[in-house]
């Protein structure tokens, strides 16, 4: 462990995730409590969370055997959301705290599956944590944007969208079209049970929405897989799902 992390570590020790360790998981599930008070280990207003994945063609972004990272969003439970609440957390040195937070692994994996389409990858980190992670109430300044970060990679890690996809018989073809209700089946045996939302674009696959509710907080709580709190917009049939090697 590196001089940095180490200092880093004490400080977080000393504040943000001294906080976090004391939150015990009483069984308090989000969006399941009729209490309006957020605290440390209950997110309110925004209980449900999105692991939001994209699988972008035109122009192709990471590997071509793999979807990308979008974010993790808080919603209301209910489909809408609040963003950019707190303009004194918008860092503008994303890749800056992470390496000084000696996460260079994590780094480096940001930079071939969490990337930007239109931009900087830093820039698209800086807007996906200042306009959704500030509103997760537990997450506290700086020292948890590298748990922040770290949570969304390990979330992506465990939904690996291709894989699942291929696994049923659903790969990339510019010949081929798919059912719905087949991409649906094939990825919720990925998500307990649960389907994501499927975005569309022009008919093809373009996005992946996961829900969660959690019991504990946003970092090491219990995440819980749930029903998508919007409908999807692809057509049933007559899916596209496009290669990325154009
Ligand atoms: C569990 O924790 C939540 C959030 O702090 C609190 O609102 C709730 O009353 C607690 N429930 C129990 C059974 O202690
Ligand atoms: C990142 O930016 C914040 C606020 O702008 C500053 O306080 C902090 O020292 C910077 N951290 C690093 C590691 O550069």
Not at 80 to 100: E, G, H, M, P, V
Not at 179 to 187: F, N, Y
Request: proline residues 5%.
């Amino acid at each position: 462990m590196s001089f940095s992390r180490t200092l880093a570590l004490a400080t977080i020790t000393t504040g943000a995730l001294a906080q976090l360790k004391s939150c015990s998981n009483n069984g308090t599930v989000s969006c399941h409590s009729s209490s309006k008070a957020p605290t440390c280990c209950y997110n309110y207003p925004g209980g449900a969370l999105l692991q939001t994945q994209f699988w972008d063609t035109d122009p192709t972004t990471g590997p071509s055997d793999s979807w990308t990272i979008h974010g993790l969003w808080p919603d209301n439970c209910d489909g809408t959301y609040q963003s950019s609440c707190d303009s004194s957390r918008a860092y503008t040195n994303i890749s800056d705290i992470l390496t000084a937070q000696d996460r260079t692994d994590l780094l480096s994996y940001m930079q071939t599956y969490w990337v930007n389409d239109d931009g900087s990858n830093e820039e698209f980190w800086e807007h996906e944590w200042s306009k959704h992670a500030e509103l997760l109430h537990q997450l506290l300044p700086q020292e948890e944007v590298g748990d922040f970060f770290q949570k969304v990679v390990d979330l992506f890690k465990g939904l690996d969208t291709y894989k699942a996809l291929s696994a049923a018989g659903i790969t990339p073809d510019d010949s081929k079209t798919y059912e719905l209700s087949d991409i649906q089946a094939a990825l919720s045996k990925l998500h307990g049970g649960s389907k994501p939302y499927v975005g569309c674009e022009d008919g093809a696959l373009s996005q992946m929405y996961y829900f969660f509710n959690v019991a504990g907080n946003a970092i090491d709580g219990q995440y819980q897989p749930t029903a998508p709190l919007e409908s999807s917009n692809c057509p049933s049939s007559g899916v596209k799902y496009l290669p990325k090697n154009k």
